[in-house]
């Protein structure tokens, strides 16, 4: 994705912790949805049928104010641009303007902070997840009570700065219960070895058998999905979100093959990735139209719904 606002070339921050110039991530995602597009729907599909188109009420679980430049609001205008385009009604947003792996008390106020601007800026489409830390429990459940208990997010963000497995995370868990919000943690099964504080899907499934009561959503579900699915199988209460990886076919459909198609979640990973290159691993998926439902919107709103209706009572 291009701001068309004339930024230079900028180091971006993969979901592998890896910079990456945007160029070399623009050049990677448009490969990549070219590939899906030629060896997913187009090469079943006859020469003369029309892409899947979105359902009504697609959202995207997992959005950053990342990838774009720009003030808060105005890369939420971006955002929102680019994803009206594709019919994508709401998305989720949560970190700040850059990412910051091991966030203090402080840059994890400012930057959820950040994410209180992009819904103000756009309260009927943008919904905001609050980014914790559990080297900081305190702090984090501070956080999670102003933003989501007294403010308008939706959910929790969990991401690399320590394994999801460990008991540090069991308050954070216990207070999302209390506030009816869902999890999203970050999670890769690295074929070298993950990073130091980041999750596996084996982590997340160990953190939500603690937790029966809790919903965990499986970012990238591994990276490396054909593992992280099995991983995660067994764990009723943690659903599998696809965001973030190559668009390579066959991973929506395994999912929903091992876990059930209410378990199995949209998200693009944007504006780090192209929206269009992670709903071509939906649109090209065989599967049957009230399963894309479930999958592009109808699954998070029955995971937000809970403290959405707590949001709009106010
Ligand atoms: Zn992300």
């Known amino acids: 994705m291009a701001d068309g606002q004339g930024h230079s070339i900028q180091d971006v921050r993969t979901h592998c912790g890896l910079p990456q110039t945007r160029r070399v991530v623009l050049a990677r995602a448009a490969q990549a949805t070219a590939g899906v597009l030629a060896l997913g729907w187009a090469s079943r599909a006859?020469?003369?049928?029309?892409?899947?188109?979105?359902?009504?009420?697609t959202w995207d679980a997992h959005v950053h104010l990342t990838g774009t430049g720009g003030t808060v609001?105005?890369?939420?205008?971006?955002?929102?641009?680019?994803?009206?385009?594709?019919?994508?009604?709401?998305?989720?947003?949560?970190?700040?303007?850059?990412?910051?792996?091991?966030?203090?008390?402080?840059?994890?106020?400012?930057?959820n902070d950040e994410v209180l601007r992009a819904i103000a800026h756009a309260p009927d489409r943008i919904l905001g997840m609050v980014y914790v830390n559990p080297k900081y429990v305190e702090a984090s459940l501070r956080e999670m009570d102003r933003c989501a208990g007294h403010g308008p997010m939706v959910g929790v963000k969990l991401w690399i700065a320590m394994r999801?497995?460990?008991?540090?995370?069991?308050?954070?868990?216990?207070?999302?219960?209390?506030?009816?919000?869902?999890?999203?943690?970050?999670?890769?099964?690295?074929?070298?070895?993950?990073?130091?504080g980041e999750s596996s899907c084996a982590d997340v499934a160990a953190?939500?058998?603690?937790?029966?009561?809790?919903?965990?959503?499986?970012?990238?579900?591994?990276?490396d999905?054909?593992?992280?699915?099995?991983?995660?199988?067994?764990?009723?209460?943690?659903?599998?979100?696809?965001c973030g990886s190559d668009p390579t076919a066959g991973f929506v459909e395994m999912a929903v093959r091992e876990l059930g198609a209410e378990r199995v979640i949209y998200g693009s990973d944007a504006g780090v990735r192209g929206f269009a290159s992670q709903l071509a691993k939906v649109l090209s998926a065989e599967l049957?139209?009230?399963?894309?439902?479930?999958?592009?919107?109808?699954?998070?709103?029955?995971?937000?719904?809970?403290?959405?209706?707590?949001?709009?009572?106010?």
């Open 288 to 314: 049957p139209e009230a399963a894309r439902r479930l999958i592009l919107g109808d699954n998070l709103r029955r995971l937000l719904a809970p403290r959405l209706a707590a949001v709009q009572k106010r």
């Open 164 to 196: 999801c497995a460990r008991p540090e995370l069991d308050p954070i868990v216990r207070r999302a219960v209390e506030l009816k919000l869902p999890l999203l943690q970050h999670a890769y099964d690295r074929v070298m070895g993950n990073l130091p």
């Open 207 to 223: 953190l939500a058998a603690r937790h029966p009561d809790a919903s965990f959503i499986c970012a990238h579900t591994g990276n």
């Open 46 to 57: 006859p020469a003369s049928a029309e892409p899947p188109s979105l359902p009504q009420g």
């Open 73 to 111: 609001e105005q890369r939420v205008d971006f955002l929102l641009e680019h994803a009206s385009r594709l019919g994508i009604e709401r998305l989720v947003a949560f970190m700040g303007t850059r990412f910051v792996e091991d966030p203090s008390p402080d840059e994890l106020r400012r930057q």
């Open 225 to 242: 999905w054909e593992r992280g699915i099995r991983m995660i199988r067994a764990t009723k209460n943690v659903y599998a979100e696809v």
